[in-house]
T-cell receptor
Framework: NAGVTQTPKFQVLKTGQSMTLQCAQD?????MYWYRQDPGMGLRLIYY???????DKGEVPNGYNVSRLNKREFSLRLESAAPSQTSVYFC?????????????FGQGTRLTVV | DAKTTQPTSMDCAEGRAANLPCNHS???????VYWYRQIHSQGPQYIIH???NNETNEMASLIITEDRKSSTLILPHATLRDTAVYYC???????????FGQGTILTVHP
């Protein structure tokens, strides 16, 4: 099993450019998450999706959009990148509902906006 | 999700037990306590979770107080590779939100 796969691993954008961060999981999990982590800080939730077809805002949603394309995939889009969005982005998934399971994380996408 | 409070940093000698506390005084009856750790800039790694009973696995033990308002993660024989940021999270089963706090930076020294 690959677990949670994020692409790309590294990206440099110019201010104003757009891009989509991809995330896919192969564990049949219903919930998926996008976090950002700035240097020396904890993870902050951007958006999450409790099931296919639903998305909800987290702590820091401004400047981002998400799409839960299907049960496997959850993408994060930056429409007009800003230097303040320079960060490491983590995707995660877990099974929620009647059973309580742990979250699995991808290895991160390191994004620099210049 | 209930809010958690953890010390900013802790030190531990290699080979000794590391005891990491977490306060979650607003925890609800159906919320679980989860512990994760993050080594360097890798993705967080699950350690252990529990509802009200103490739990043990190959990585650690979790002690939850009877009133469930606090818990302690125990790494019984800390090694240098256990140096990481440890996060205590409280979350329920019926909703998806998973919120991290600042965590505790554990430094294991020789």
């Amino acid at each position: 099993n690959a677990g949670v796969t994020q692409t790309p691993k590294f990206q440099v954008l110019k201010t104003g450019q757009s891009m989509t961060l991809q995330c896919a999981q192969d564990m049949n999990h219903n919930s998926m998450y996008w976090y950002r982590q700035d240097p020396g800080m904890g993870l902050r939730l951007i958006y999450y999706s409790a099931s296919e077809g639903t998305t909800d805002k987290g702590e820091v949603p401004n400047g981002y959009n998400v799409s839960r394309l299907n049960k496997r995939e959850f993408s994060l889009r930056l429409e007009s990148a800003a230097p303040s969005q320079t960060s490491v982005y983590f995707c995660a998934s877990r099974k929620t509902g009647t059973m309580n399971t742990e979250a699995f994380f991808g290895q991160g996408t390191r994004l620099t906006v210049v | 999700d209930a809010k958690t409070t953890q010390p900013t940093s802790m030190d531990c000698a290699e080979g000794r037990a590391a005891n990491l506390p977490c306060n979650h005084s607003t925890i609800s009856g159906n919320e679980y306590v989860y512990w994760y750790r993050q080594i360097h800039s890798q993705g967080p790694q699950y350690i252990i979770h529990g509802l009200k009973n103490n739990e043990t696995n190959e990585m650690a033990s979790l002690i939850i107080t009877e009133d469930r308002k606090s818990s302690t993660l125990i790494l019984p024989h800390a090694t240098l590779r256990d140096t990481a940021v440890y996060y205590c999270i409280v979350t329920g089963t019926s909703y998806g939100k998973l919120t991290f706090g600042q965590g505790t930076i554990l430094t294991v020294h020789p």
